[in-house]
């Protein structure tokens, strides 16, 4: 083996992934590679959103760790089978490269070669031990592993938004981390686990019984421009910022909506009960438009960043599947201009004029209905996150939480608020 090149590669593997053209990659990030891929055990690391965080740890950290230990067995787990199979397919393709080939042949005296390239499966003809799992093998949180062994497994961000918003989602993940760590990963081997943690009583809070977390929020080790820092400020929540650039959890308990019961919207709700959709449409920046759907006590809700027009089939398909008897709109911005289009593509639409103070209404008609709605898991996590996350005139998007309030206005609301709890959650707009 070529010791000067094997030295480079383990002192300092950023500069291997320049070679492979991630050249932003800088020397912090060859610490968060041999802090995670080093020793063998537990390690958890944390970092800002945007670090090149996964294609430090994930993607050269395998490709350096498969230079050192050629007949590893490594596992790459993300929230999806889909999110981790690509980066499989990226590390694929970065041992196509010449520098790469180069390197493995000065180290090993072989030029690597793929014997299995599938989706989210990677062997190579350097494996000589007749195990059968491949070098590199994607997996879904979801999916079962029982059975397989590996000698690392790294876990990306298989906890997200949608552990916040959905308690059962939540459970079914921690019992997943269990499985791995328990009896997935062989004794004495490496588990990696990295990303954000969004709940109380998430999946992080099972690795950090056993393992010891890295955190690098951005406020003490950032490395990107300020301008886009504060363009996120603008863009995103307090929640979401604090979560994902912070790395800390900001309390719920001021909150005024908490956790949302989920269930299942029957389709056949239209036979018993009036389905009504409403749309709060959004005409470009940084605006999102939303789509509420309710029949009884249950409903759905989507969201769309960008302009109202791109969204027209969506809101036509959604309108169809649930049987909505009617769509709703406001026509402040516009004077009934989408609503003029939406009835021109075949959905019964009513439009009318807002004159309510939205902080009043929210607090009003969705906070005092919350305990009796039954939302469809099918509801977009960042639909749910904007309602979760609402603070009367904290400026953050309060789109979704508009949109459900004015439905609830609209239809007529089976449950009331007092006035005095209304005015104590709202604020002059």
């Not at 500069?15 to 492979?20: A, D, F, M, N, Y």
């Not at 694929?92 to 070669?113: D, Q, T, V, W």
């Not at 990306?156 to 921690?174: N, Y």
């Not at 400026?395 to 309030?405: I, L, R, T, V």
């Amino acid at each position: 083996m070529n010791k000067q090149y094997a030295l480079t590669v383990r002192d300092t593997p950023h500069l291997l992934g320049h070679v492979l053209g991630f050249t932003k990659l800088l020397p912090i990030h060859s610490k968060w590679i041999k802090n995670t891929w080093d020793s063998p055990g537990s390690h958890a690391l944390m970092a800002f959103r945007g670090s090149y965080k996964t294609t430090a740890v994930v993607v050269i950290g395998i490709i350096r760790y498969l230079l050192f230990f050629p007949n590893a067995r490594i596992f790459l787990i993300r929230k999806t089978f889909a999110e981790a199979a690509k980066y499989v397919r990226v590390i694929s393709l970065c041992f196509n490269k010449p520098e790469l080939r180069a390197l493995f042949y000065e180290m090993h005296g072989i030029l690597p070669e793929k014997i299995v390239d599938n989706t989210g499966e990677l062997t190579f003809n350097f494996k000589a031990s007749g195990t059968a799992e491949a070098n590199i093998t994607a997996y879904g949180i979801g999916t079962a592993i029982t059975g397989g062994h590996a000698d690392v497994i790294i876990a990306d961000d298989i906890i997200t938004l949608e552990d916040r918003t959905s308690r059962a989602e939540r459970e079914s993940v921690k019992e997943h981390i269990r499985e791995l760590s328990a009896n997935i990963i062989d004794p004495g081997k490496l588990t990696i686990w990295l990303g954000t943690k969004w709940a109380q009583g998430d999946g992080w809070d099972v690795i950090e019984r056993f393992t010891k977390i890295e955190k690098y929020p951005i406020e003490k080790y950032n490395f990107l421009p300020e301008e886009e820092i504060e363009e996120k400020r603008r863009r995103l929540t307090p929640f979401l910022f604090a979560v994902n650039y912070s790395l800390e959890l900001m309390s719920d308990e001021s909150l005024m909506f908490q956790e949302p019961r989920y269930g299942h919207f029957d389709v056949e709700t239209w036979r018993t009960a009036p389905v009504i959709a409403h749309v709060d449409a959004a005409y470009g920046g940084e605006d999102t438009c939303a789509m509420t759907i309710m029949g009884g006590n249950s409903a759905v809700g989507f969201l769309h960043e960008g302009h109202i027009q791109g969204w027209y089939d969506f809101i036509k398909t959604q309108y169809q599947k649930f049987h909505c008897r009617e769509i709703l709109l406001e026509t402040n911005s516009d004077k009934g201009y989408v609503a003029k289009e939406l009835r021109a593509l075949g959905l019964n639409t009513r439009a009318y004029s807002e004159h309510d103070n939205k902080a009043i209404k929210i607090s009003t008609h969705l906070y005092g209905a919350w305990g009796d709605l039954i939302w469809d898991e099918r509801t977009d996590p960042n639909y749910m996150n904007q309602i979760l996350d609402y603070r009367p005139g904290s400026g953050s998007h309060d789109d979704a939480p508009d949109s459900a309030a004015s439905l609830l206005r609209e239809r007529g609301s089976k449950k009331m608020i007092s006035d005095r709890e209304a005015i104590a959650w709202s604020v002059d707009e």
